[in-house]
């Protein structure tokens, strides 16, 4: 097994904003993995995301992708539809390019269709973004579908792993949303035993504190914005300890308001249960 850890991003503490220089200072940190946001849209050029991949491998840092915000592949908009790929398709491009693997993407909401209709088209487009992303040459980057905060949005750990199995996608836990989603509740060794069946080699996990609000109609609850992991909403501790009780390998993104610093208060809490980074 082996524990990965760094930041949603360029570390606040880096002095040049780059990517670059981001995954520099999380190897001087002495974290070792970052993903890199391309949340606003894909600025990166695919040489530069090459440059990027060499630096990641010298310092051993794994890098992963996060697709932009603006994509839903539930829509029934053939305009939406088709921008939502391309921005994931420029997003794979570019993971392979620096040699990550995954690229997280928040399938899109529900809208008008039921659970059913909505994972009909997201399986439906998975498999046209694929096949356009081959035939540009990507051999090793998927697409990672992130477990989603909020009710009104595709993507639970059921409607993921289900995915995963009849297309060959891969899956995002991130701990936080289903926190929220579930109106404060998370039971990790029951989200482990829910992945089993995928029998994945390493699995790609976000992590921060959630404030989150009841749902309006019905059960659950939705996001309202990430925070520090010191409020222990949800507590990091028992998921560190199911993680080397399984001997899972992991990489853990830190999406806290304070990025790498909550990283290294999650490695000091591996450290302390007995992980040697």
């Not at 990965?4 to 040049?16: D, F, M, S, W």
């Not at 993104?253 to 790498?260: G, Q, R």
Request: aromatic residues 6%; proline residues 3%.
């Amino acid at each position: 097994m082996k524990v990965r850890l760094g930041p949603a991003g360029i570390p606040t503490v880096t002095a040049k904003k780059s990517t670059v220089e981001g995954i520099k200072t999380v190897a001087q940190l002495g974290l070792n993995a970052m993903e890199v946001e391309f949340v606003r849209g894909v600025a990166m050029s695919v040489e530069g995301a090459r440059e990027a991949g060499q630096v990641a491998r010298q310092l051993d840092v794994s890098l992963s992708v996060h697709a932009p915000y603006f994509i839903n592949l539930c829509s029934k908009d053939k305009k939406v539809a088709e921008a939502s790929k391309k921005r994931i398709v420029d997003s794979l491009l570019r993971a392979e390019a620096m040699g990550a693997q995954e690229v997280v993407v928040h399938a899109g909401y529900y809208g008008n269709l039921s659970s059913e209709e909505a994972y009909k088209l997201v399986k439906q487009r998975y498999g046209e973004i694929m096949d356009e992303a081959r035939d540009k040459g990507v051999k090793k980057a998927n697409v990672a579908f992130e477990t989603t905060g909020k009710v009104s949005q595709f993507g639970t750990v059921d409607e993921l792993v289900s995915l995963c199995r009849e297309t060959g996608c891969t899956i995002c836990v991130d701990f936080a949303h289903i926190y929220a989603r579930q109106a404060g509740k998370v039971d990790y060794g029951e989200i482990f035993d829910k992945l089993k069946p995928l029998k994945l080699k390493h699995l790609h996990i976000h992590f921060s504190g959630i404030e989150w609000s009841p749902a309006k109609k019905g059960e659950g609850g939705n996001e309202r914005n990430h925070i520090e992991i010191r409020h222990d909403k949800p507590p990091f501790k028992p998921l560190a300890q199911e993680i080397l009780k399984r001997k899972l390998d992991v990489t853990i993104i830190s999406e806290s308001p304070i990025l790498e610093q909550d990283s290294l208060v999650m490695k000091k809490v591996f450290e302390e249960l007995g992980y040697k980074f």
